[in-house]
């Protein structure tokens, strides 16, 4: 957007509270993920969410959102935050670097991706926790307690929503995330999403599982992208009614012709995360799924795409000296001791990693028909008085149908990790 323009300047001033607080005299585009959702629903877009394991992830997707003028999410998984090169204490600091640097202009949201719950304490921890978060400007939080049986997850999931600040953004999830198998129910999203209502608690986004996996498809094991769009449309539906609309996860290693359709589908928000960092490790890519291509058992490196091959060399050998597989999801692991090394390539490569992530983020603002979704999100923020963004909905259901009794029961909960 044109900094100058009269609606980016009104939308600098209806930021949320904390965007205010800590940037209140910078020109960054940082609103509430509540303006980025509802203006996809006006435009009938998805809104791509960028999982920023290294910062330069930040750098290639705001210069993509500002040359597609398109609002876009930049985000990063609780558990992201203990082993990638970006943490939630230096995303918004590189946020304000990167939009500095081009001028400002991009519209973003930083989202905090799979805040995992799987216990009454992770809920109290979360309290101090978050608050630390959202102190430092982040404007939507994703509460993944679906770890648990479907009444815990919506306990947990109730307490913790209920406390976070209204007019910033909300995804909850039920069923985990863990590639083709079990799906989430009909049954189980109508319960959830249901009962967080009846108890005034209004999300953006339902996360589910429905065939997508975090993660490099591989198939020589038989692995293969299966995204159940017909599960996926009669959730959609259920959950219409209290303004939810679908997250989808583990975009990476999907046909960006399927992409493209997902709109057809409830889907307003795509997470793209191992995408982006099998371009600046510059592992060898399908070109139109950015599934990584593993030959003889390994991932192979391209010489002239990502980071140099002497770096990558090192990061194999550190990845073989903890005994990981030279094609497993772990590499991901490398991505903080790695952070700096990176960043002190020479300028060339550093080039090609971000003008080849950009080229990505824009094919997907593209296939998500969301170029000029910023416009909308000004349009949406200029229509109310203040920075407030809570969103207008009305409770629709008793809390006293929303018991451990009635909840749809446990859906083979198997007690491991899919959070990213």
Known sequence: MDVNSKSYQELLKKRPLNVQARFGNEAMGLVSGRDIVAAAKEVDSIVLAANARHPLVIKAVLQAAKKKNAAVLIELAKSESTYCGSNYENI?????????????????????????IKSQEDVLKGV???????????????????????????????????????????????????????????????????????????PDYLAISNGSLHGTYDPTVGQME???????REIADVIDPYGVTIAQHGISGTPLDKVSTFRKYGIRKGNVATLFQNVYFGIKMDPETGNAITEGGTYTKEADRGISTKLWNEMVAAAD???????????????????DRIFAEPQPIIDRIVDEMQHWAERFIVAFGAEGSADAVAEVMSKRPDHNASPDRKVMGNRADYTAKNAPGKYGRDGKNYDD
Do not use: Q
Request: glycine share 14%; aromatic share 12%.
């Open 321 to 339: 000296g903890k005994g990981m597989s030279r094609k497993s999801g772990d590499y991901k692991k490398l991505n903080l001791p790695f952070r």
């Open 128 to 202: 101090g926790h978050l608050s630390s978060i959202l102190v430092n400007g982040f404007t939507s939080v994703a509460i993944d307690a679906s770890h648990l049986d479907d009444y815990d997850n919506f306990v947990a999931t109730r307490s913790l929503g209920g406390w976070l600040p209204s007019e910033l953004g909300l995804e909850v999830e039920v069923g985990e995330i863990k590639g083709p198998g079990e799906l989430s129910t009909v049954e189980e999203a109508a319960y959830f999403i249901g009962g967080l209502n009846a108890w005034g608690i209004f």
């Open 226 to 232: 299966g995204i159940d769009l017909k599960r996926t």
């Open 92 to 116: 918004p600091d590189y946020a304000l670097k990167y939009s500095t640097e081009m001028g400002h202009g991009a519209v973003f949201g930083l989202h905090v991706d799979h805040y995992a």
